[in-house]
């Protein structure tokens, strides 16, 4: 499943917020159909390289190559090889002035020039896919967290990318909601899309990813298959995080 | 006090009062609507990126904002016809509406841009990200989610602005336009009483302010049930 060909290469990026050091030359790489889980304590620059990789925040120094072409604001792919990525947030940021419909067709409609029929017909494949179906028509205030968080991915998914990133996508949920949504990302990560998610749901990062970065104060500590991280951390960081929040 | 109460509380004279409201209230909505125009430009400047613009835009409303609207009145009363004059050689008398209203609709332009401005920037950057992530454009963004989320938090202070228009429109009394104000003057005048007229006026001015904010506080509610 997991092939050679790099899908997103990151080298040596660098961010700072003022004189905080948030992304302190971090280099990682993630192959197609692979998953790679990004944790460590908050604070620790892990959504910050995320946002890095996807171009939210502009890394400062280093670079961000997407299926081995550079992504550079200047560049007239840029906004093409944007779209191959797929972004879920903490707080969803569906729009509330429009139906789950709206949410999941206008990028359709307005960046791929999909006809309203057909971008209609690929936003109910998704919102079957994520459960949602009879939900089409509603506003997004009406949906509970953990659906709206399943709006937002399939709203992420209509666009057809190649990778999915996710940034802390159950931090803002009822802890009831979590599974769901986890649940959703599972089914996506058998279908082999390639995934990096930022997350504090160990379970999650255990049984689903196969390669886990811990960082801390913007570096990168430790790199590892998932199993071998959470079984035998190699740092003395790493043990001391998985102490605190393994329960 | 009033002692003239009786000759005054006429159907001519309250038609008469009438015809100020209306003049008011007409001067006030078109200073509005003109008002939202500069607004829309001056908070279009504000948030642009180019720092002169933002320069411009910040400039317009400190000015405006920063000095009394009645001498804003005065120095447009004065300034235009010398500016037409020494252009044209001739003379120049403006209607006393048409310069009320100029003054106004610049003097409203300052706060809607600031109301226009405070609300596309009240919008959460979430929905700006959420966008970007899609592929939407900066104009596909502000078109299509932000300005539809920004409009319900510009309509309610719109409202609350026309209603100072209508009570601000009295200013213009002072530069001769017989808007509800100087009616109410013209008529207190007349009988030699003036607290009749003037307390009449007041209730005119109320019964347009207070049904305007009677609907004001309708639509919020409306305009809350989706959030």
Not at chain 2, 26 to 53: D, M, P, R, T, Y
Not at chain 2, 149 to 174: G, N, Y
Request: aromatic share 8%; proline share 3%.
């Amino acid at each position: 499943m997991i092939s050679n060909d790099s899908m997103i290469k990151v080298e040596h990026i660098t961010k700072r917020f003022g004189k905080k050091v948030a992304v302190d030359d971090v280099s990682l790489n993630l192959n197609r159909g692979e998953i790679v889980c990004l944790i460590g304590p908050s604070g620790s620059g892990k959504s910050t390289v995320l946002r890095c990789i996807d171009h939210l925040e502009k890394p400062e120094e280093g670079q961000v190559y997407i299926e081995g072409q550079l992504l550079d604001q200047k560049d007239k792919n840029y906004s093409m090889l944007r779209r191959k990525m797929g972004f879920v947030f903490q707080h969803f940021n569906l729009f509330p002035n429009m139906t789950v419909m709206g949410n999941l067709t206008v990028a359709q409609i307005q960046v791929l020039h999909r006809d309203e029929a057909e971008a209609r017909e690929i936003a109910l494949k998704y919102l079957r896919i994520v459960d949602l179906e009879e939900k089409q028509d509603e506003f997004p205030n009406k949906l509970s967290g953990g659906q709206k968080q399943r709006v937002a991915i399939a709203r992420s998914l209509c666009m057809n990318p190649e990778i999915m990133l996710f940034d802390e996508p159950t931090s803002a949920l009822d802890p009831e909601m979590v599974i769901e949504v986890l649940e959703v990302m599972r089914n996506l990560a058998r279908e082999g899309m390639t995934m990096m998610v930022v997350t504090h749901e160990m379970g999650f990062a255990k049984t689903v990813a196969n390669r886990v970065i811990f960082l801390e104060d913007g570096k990168i500590i430790e790199e590892n298959d998932a199993r071998s991280f959470f079984e035998n951390p190699q740092t003395d960081r790493a043990k001391l995080f998985l102490s605190k929040v393994m329960y | 006090m009033f002692s003239a109460f009786d000759q005054i509380f006429t159907v001519a004279n309250m038609q008469y009062l009438l015809r100020g409201a209306l003049i008011s209230l007409g001067i006030a909505a078109v200073s509005l609507l003109i008002g939202l125009i500069f607004g829309i430009i001056g908070a279009s400047c504000k948030i642009s990126k180019h720092a002169f613009l933002r320069a411009i835009g910040n400039f317009y409303v400190e000015v405006i904002r920063g000095t009394p609207m009645l001498l804003q009145i005065m120095i447009i009363f004065n300034v235009i016809p010398i500016i037409v004059t020494s252009f044209t050689g001739q003379a120049f008398r403006m209607n006393y509406y048409v310069i009320g209203i100029v003054a106004m609709s610049i003097n409203s332009g300052a706060y809607t841009t600031e109301l226009i401005r405070s609300g596309i920037n009240g919008v959460d950057k979430g929905q700006w990200e959420a966008c970007e992530t899609l592929g939407l454009t900066h104009w596909q963004t502000m078109r299509l989610v932000v300005l539809p989320q920004a409009f319900k938090r510009i309509v309610p202070p719109v409202v609350s602005e026309f209603i100072t228009l209508i009570k601000d429109s009295s200013l213009i009394s002072t530069i001769g336009a017989i808007e509800l104000m100087n009616s109410a003057k013209v008529l207190g005048a007349t009988y030699y009483e003036y607290m009749s007229p003037y307390c009449l006026a007041a209730v005119f001015y109320l019964a347009m302010t207070l049904t305007i904010s009677m609907f004001a506080k309708k639509l919020e509610g409306k305009l809350a049930e989706s959030d």
